[in-house]
């Protein structure tokens, strides 16, 4: 592309910089939060979430195992599990009203 213009190459420059500033500053984070475990019941008791991090020096994936091993002790059933730098979900089925007082990740 060729201008005999240098105004006109004047402004394209210009809206090319503004273009990338504009792109570079959509690409910010969105949530500064820390990750945490996220931990749904899918089950017929009342709908309620758990969500909770790592304290101290333990690690998101410690407490991801705590947390599983947790589940698992109390007998509840794990449908599904992920896990990811972002965070994890742990997916259960129980009936237990209670499911969220029983459940540790620390």
């Given at each position: 592309?060729?201008?005999?213009?240098?105004?006109?190459?004047?402004?394209?420059?210009?809206?090319?910089?503004?273009?990338?500033?504009?792109?570079?500053?959509?690409?910010?984070?969105?949530?500064?939060?820390?990750?945490?475990?996220?931990?749904?019941?899918?089950?017929r008791s009342s709908p309620r979430q758990l969500n909770d991090g790592p304290v101290g020096d333990t690690s998101l994936l410690q407490s991801f195992i705590n947390a599983l091993q947790s589940i698992k002790a109390k007998g509840y059933v794990v449908q599904g599990a992920m896990y990811g730098p972002d965070g994890a979900n742990i997916f259960i089925d129980t009936d237990d009203e209670d499911w969220d007082a029983h459940i540790s990740i620390h």
């Open positions: 592309m060729s201008f005999t213009n240098t105004a006109a190459a004047d402004q394209v420059n210009e809206n090319f910089f503004e273009s990338i500033q504009l792109d570079l500053t959509y690409h910010q984070p969105v949530s500064s939060s820390p990750p945490s475990v996220l931990i749904f019941n899918v089950g």
